[in-house]
């Protein structure tokens, strides 16, 4: 005898089969990627899972990135930041998903790269905040990069990050994200040697006077038209 199939099974089966194609698709378009949202420098509580106690010194680059929505690098390079880090402060890359659950991290640690301008490896620290690492945790989608020695002042470095940085649930970016940003120039140096002593207040003494030109107008350390003791003074303040 042939059962005849009830209206409703076949109207169940058809939203389920339509429900697998959905899924399917979602999966293949890849929502919830690890893709980096935004970057900035940051001072952050390093024990603390609640994301307020992150905040930004400074402006934040955001890349309009979302977890289902990637923008083709380059993104806009980040200024302002320190040459030298201290006191729980770094460069915060914030994602679209959790990036630090336990099962991933120590993965996800060694996918993060910086280079120098000159393309050289610089040693870094790559860490996570707060005491759980789950839905929990308001900083999950943060990971904070912290260079091990002191950067070179007005230079252009770079954060590569592997694509096989994983989230909590188990998607893959699928590739490489660049992150660029340039360092504070170094007060106080007006030759341009990445220090800051007596050649440059010599340096300065060659512009005395009214300033003019681009050389001069760079030597008006206070900016007030005039290169005198004034700028001097305050150049031999910074003096290392
Ligand atoms: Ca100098
Ligand atoms: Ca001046």
Redesign the pocket.
């Known amino acids: 005898m042939k059962l005849k199939k009830s209206p409703v099974i076949l109207l169940l089966t058809l939203i389920m089969v339509l429900q697998g194609v959905v899924l399917g698709l979602t999966a293949f378009a890849g929502t919830n990627l690890p893709n980096v949202i935004s970057y900035g420098v940051y001072s952050f509580d390093p024990n603390s899972n609640v994301e307020t106690t992150t905040v930004a010194q400074g402006t934040v680059v955001s890349t309009g990135n979302t977890g289902a929505i990637y923008n083709e690098p380059p993104w806009p390079t980040l200024t302002g930041v320190p040459c030298s880090f201290s006191g729980n402060v770094g460069i915060g890359i914030k994602f679209a998903t959790n990036v630090v659950p336990e099962a991933y991290w120590t993965a996800n640690q060694a996918c993060f790269h910086m280079y120098d301008a000159s393309n050289n490896s610089v040693a870094i620290n790559v860490i996570r905040i707060g005491t759980v690492y789950d839905g929990n945790n308001g900083n999950r989608n943060y990971i904070f990069i912290i260079p091990q020695c002191q950067l070179q002042p007005g230079s252009t470095y770079e954060i590569v990050i592997d694509s096989t940085l994983t989230s909590n649930n188990t998607q893959q970016a699928g590739k490489e994200q660049r992150v660029y940003f340039t360092t504070n120039a170094l007060q106080g140096d007006m030759n341009d040697d990445n220090t800051v002593n007596i050649q440059d207040l010599l340096w300065m003494t060659q512009y005395m006077g009214e ?1 003019l030109t681009g050389e001069s107008l760079r030597a ?9 003791i ?2 001097l003074l305050k150049v031999k303040a910074l003096l290392t």
Request: hydrophobic content about 40%; aromatic content about 8%.
């Open positions: 300033a008006d350390f206070n900016k007030d038209g005039v290169v005198n004034l700028d």
